[in-house]
C-alpha cells in the first residue's frame, strides 16, 4: 500500500485523506477565505426576496443560484435577475438546461438509473444547452451551472474560441457528485471556476481535495433532504480553514423540491428563499462567536461573477 501511496504523492497529489486537517493556503482574488451563497433562488421575485431577507438580518450574501433552469425563464425575468445582481453587486449563476432529467427518458427516475442525473444526453442536447448559456450570456449573466463534464468541456472550448465571454464563471453542480481530488481536478482542468462538492465529504476528505485543486469549492452547509438533508453549522469554521477559498451554501432541510419552479409555485418558493437566508444568519453568527478573523469577501469582490448590461443587437 506505501508504494501506491508513493506513486500518488509523486503524481502531486496528497498520500490519502488529511487527517491532521492543514489550514489552506489559498485564497479568493481579494484575500478572503469564504463567500456565501444563497441556492435555489427561483427568479426574480424570489431574488428580491432574498436581498430585503438578508437586509433585514443585516448579513450579505455574494452569490444566488438558481435551479430550474434557464430555459423555463422569459428574457424579461432572466433581465430581471440581472439588474438586481448589478445592483446588489451579486454573482447570478442559473442552471444550464436541458437536461437528463427534462428529456424523454426514463432512465433518471428508475432505481439504478438515477445515476445518469442531470447528465446530457446526445448531441443535440448539449447544442441546446450551449444555445441556452448564449442566450443568458446576451441577456448579461456571467454565472451558469453545468451538471454534465461534456457541457463543461464544450463550454469551455466555446469561451476559449470567442463565442462565450471570458468572464463567464462556469460552477459544477452537486449532481455531478465527483468526490475524489482525481475527479475533481479533472474538473478544473476542463473548465470549471468553481466546484460544488458532494453534500457528505469529511473534513479531511475535503482538505485532500483543496490540496489538488486551487478553484473555490462551495459545500452546503445544510443540504436538502434529497441530497442528504445534513446541517453542519457547527463544522463552518473548519471548513473554511481547511477548504478555503470556499463558498457556503445555505439550503434547507425539510422543504418540498420545487424544481422546476415557475409562477404555480411562486409564493412557496419565495418562502423557501426567505427561509434560506434566515438559515444562512444562523449559521454566519455561529461563524462570528467562534471563528471572527476567518475573512470573507465585501459585495463585488474580484472573482464575483457580476451580471453585465445585456447585449443590443
Given at each position: 500500500?506505501?508504494?501506491?501511496?508513493?506513486?500518488?504523492?509523486?503524481?502531486?497529489?496528497?498520500?490519502?485523506?488529511?487527517?491532521?486537517?492543514?489550514?489552506?493556503?489559498?485564497?479568493?482574488?481579494?484575500?478572503?477565505?469564504?463567500?456565501?451563497?444563497?441556492?435555489?433562488?427561483?427568479?426574480?421575485?424570489?431574488?428580491?426576496?432574498?436581498?430585503?431577507?438578508?437586509?433585514?438580518?443585516?448579513?450579505?450574501?455574494?452569490?444566488?443560484?438558481?435551479?430550474?433552469?434557464?430555459?423555463?425563464?422569459?428574457?424579461?425575468?432572466?433581465?430581471?435577475?440581472?439588474?438586481?445582481?448589478?445592483?446588489?453587486?451579486?454573482?447570478?449563476?442559473?442552471?444550464?438546461?436541458?437536461?437528463?432529467?427534462?428529456?424523454?427518458?426514463?432512465?433518471?427516475?428508475?432505481?439504478?438509473?438515477?445515476?445518469?442525473?442531470?447528465?446530457?444526453?446526445?448531441?443535440?442536447?448539449?447544442?441546446?444547452?450551449?444555445?441556452?448559456?448564449?442566450?443568458?450570456?446576451?441577456?448579461?449573466?456571467?454565472?451558469?451551472?453545468?451538471?454534465?463534464?461534456?457541457?463543461?468541456?464544450?463550454?469551455?472550448?466555446?469561451?476559449?474560441?470567442?463565442?462565450?465571454?471570458?468572464?463567464?464563471?462556469?460552477?459544477?453542480?452537486?449532481?455531478?457528485?465527483?468526490?475524489?481530488?482525481?475527479?475533481?481536478?479533472?474538473?478544473?482542468?476542463?473548465?470549471?471556476?468553481?466546484?460544488?462538492?458532494?453534500?457528505?465529504?469529511?473534513?479531511?476528505?475535503?482538505?485532500?481535495?483543496r490540496q489538488a485543486i486551487d478553484i473555490p469549492i462551495d459545500i452546503y452547509i445544510e443540504a436538502p433532504d434529497d441530497i442528504g438533508g445534513f446541517i453542519r453549522h457547527y463544522d463552518i469554521p473548519e471548513i473554511i480553514r481547511v477548504a478555503?477559498?470556499?463558498?457556503?451554501?445555505?439550503?434547507?432541510?425539510?422543504?418540498?423540491?420545487?424544481?422546476?419552479?415557475?409562477?404555480?409555485?411562486?409564493?412557496?418558493?419565495?418562502?423557501?428563499?426567505?427561509?434560506?437566508?434566515?438559515?444562512?444568519?444562523?449559521?454566519?453568527?455561529?461563524?462570528?462567536?467562534?471563528?471572527?478573523?476567518?475573512?470573507?469577501?465585501?459585495?463585488?469582490?474580484?472573482?464575483?461573477?457580476?451580471?453585465?448590461?445585456?447585449?443590443?443587437?
Amino acid at each position: 500500500m506505501e508504494k501506491t501511496r508513493d506513486f500518488i504523492e509523486k503524481l502531486g497529489f496528497a498520500r490519502g485523506d488529511l487527517n491532521d486537517l492543514p489550514t489552506s493556503s489559498k485564497r479568493f482574488p481579494d484575500g478572503a477565505q469564504y463567500r456565501v451563497e444563497i441556492p435555489s433562488v427561483e427568479g426574480p421575485n424570489a431574488m428580491k426576496a432574498a436581498v430585503e431577507t438578508g437586509k433585514q438580518y443585516g448579513i450579505d450574501f455574494h452569490r444566488v443560484s438558481q435551479g430550474s433552469g434557464i430555459m423555463l425563464q422569459t428574457d424579461e425575468e432572466i433581465e430581471q435577475m440581472a439588474a438586481i445582481g448589478r445592483e446588489e453587486k451579486l454573482e447570478v449563476s442559473l442552471f444550464v438546461g436541458p437536461r437528463g432529467t427534462f428529456d424523454i427518458s426514463p432512465m433518471q427516475r428508475a432505481s439504478a438509473g438515477q445515476v445518469a442525473g442531470l447528465r446530457s444526453q446526445g448531441i443535440d442536447q448539449l447544442v441546446y444547452a450551449l444555445e441556452d448559456v448564449k442566450r443568458a450570456c446576451e441577456l448579461g449573466i456571467r454565472g451558469i451551472l453545468v451538471a454534465d463534464e461534456g457541457l463543461l468541456w464544450l463550454v469551455n472550448e466555446a469561451k476559449k474560441a470567442g463565442e462565450l465571454p471570458q468572464d463567464l464563471v462556469v460552477k459544477v453542480s452537486v449532481q455531478v457528485a465527483q468526490a475524489n481530488p482525481f475527479s475533481i481536478k479533472l474538473m478544473e482542468d476542463i473548465g470549471a471556476d468553481t466546484y460544488n462538492v458532494p453534500t457528505d465529504l469529511t473534513l479531511a476528505r475535503l482538505a485532500a481535495v483543496r490540496q489538488a485543486i486551487d478553484i473555490p469549492i462551495d459545500i452546503y452547509i445544510e443540504a436538502p433532504d434529497d441530497i442528504g438533508g445534513f446541517i453542519r453549522h457547527y463544522d463552518i469554521p473548519e471548513i473554511i480553514r481547511v477548504a478555503a477559498p470556499v463558498y457556503i451554501k445555505f439550503g434547507l432541510r425539510n422543504a418540498p423540491n420545487i424544481y422546476p419552479s415557475g409562477t404555480h409555485l411562486e409564493d412557496t418558493a419565495i418562502k423557501l428563499t426567505k427561509e434560506r437566508v434566515r438559515r444562512a444568519k444562523i449559521g454566519l453568527d455561529l461563524l462570528n462567536r467562534y471563528a471572527p478573523d476567518l475573512k470573507t469577501s465585501e459585495k463585488g469582490a474580484a472573482g464575483i461573477a457580476l451580471p453585465a448590461s445585456k447585449v443590443t443587437q
